[in-house]
């Protein structure tokens, strides 16, 4: 069996794990109080992944000041995604069943950037990359439950609904394989520095869009708890999968 194909199988993990959120949405009418317990919970498992499988390599092993650099760049592509997706694709918030494309387009490119990771990731060896898919299948099933959610109440199609769903699937594998066929053969400073700028997009999504949409009808008292709960069972994760 290809490398190839095994990070095709460990990003399809990830891709079915996230695209269950959108059925469970569909059939369920979740609390936001739920909805926003998940998305702390996701949050946590992000940001582990960031501190325990991406940023340590890269700063060992890369130029510390390139490193340093990607990490803040990461975070003002995901500001300037987030503000041109605001400023020219989100309509009118009163308008009745108004879909938010910037909504959507955001959820699709921080997922698009997951399988990337995922990709860059099992460039340095498949267990790696199998432990991102992972973490990222805990931390985007809810983005997936949400999205849908959202269409649900904004008055979408079902069938548009759907779409919306398989193009999770295919931003997660067709990101990861990407990542892989393109990065595989480029030199180690160029993977770690891609790592950095992609550890600081997360981080950014963290505390920019997950937690302010967590909180949006105010933050739950359990909130705390349920993040260090992502964080450590990422950490967990981490540490046991070798």
Do not use: C
């Amino acid at each position: 069996m290809s490398d190839f194909f095994l990070v095709l199988l460990i990003a399809s993990v990830a891709a079915i794990l996230t695209y269950l959120g959108a059925p469970a949405a569909e059939r369920f009418d979740v609390p936001h109080r739920v909805v926003s317990g998940a998305l702390q919970f996701a949050a946590g498992v992000i940001t582990a992944l960031v501190a325990f499988s991406l940023m340590p390599p890269a700063l060992y092993k890369g130029a510390t000041t390139w490193i340093v650099l990607a990490f803040f760049l990461g975070g003002v592509l995901f500001v300037a995604i987030e503000f041109i997706s605001q400023r020219f694709l989100r309509p009118d918030a009163e308008g009745v069943g108004a879909a938010s494309p910037g909504f959507y387009i955001g959820i699709l490119v921080d997922l698009l950037v997951d399988g990337v990771v995922i990709g860059i990731g099992a460039t340095l060896t498949l267990t790696t990359g199998l432990l991102l898919a992972l973490g990222m299948a805990i931390s985007t099933a809810p983005l997936a439950f949400v999205a849908t959610a959202t269409a649900r109440r904004q008055g979408i199609a079902e069938r548009q609904r759907k779409r919306i769903a398989q193009l999770f699937i295919v931003a997660i594998i067709g990101g990861a394989a990407l990542g892989y066929l393109v990065l595989r053969n480029q030199p180690l400073d160029v993977r770690l520095f891609l790592i950095a700028l992609a550890s600081g997009f997360l981080v950014t999504t963290v505390t920019q869009s997950m937690i302010p949409e967590a909180n949006r009808e105010g933050e739950p008292g359990f909130a705390g708890v349920l993040f260090m709960g992502g964080l450590s069972l990422y950490g967990l994760m981490a540490l046991t999968i070798k």
